[in-house]
């Protein structure tokens, strides 16, 4: 695999990884609903670029489906 491509997938991993801190926190229920909107959007999109990060970001979905239902 040459560098950039796994800098690539460094950086959609690290993408993944924030947008769970965000949920797990609560702060991205603290934003407005087009910034839950994006974050949802692009934790969809990274999930989806690598296939390793299918589950992570599926999982992360999940959680927030769930705490908005709690919302």
Known sequence: MCYYMQEEADIYTGHILLYGAL???????KGTAEEQTEVFNRAI???SK??????????????LLNKVTMH
């Open 45 to 47: 999109e990274a999930g």
């Open 50 to 63: 690598r296939s390793y990060l299918v589950l992570p970001s599926h999982t992360l979905l999940i959680i």
């Open 23 to 29: 949920i797990r926190s609560g702060l991205l229920f």
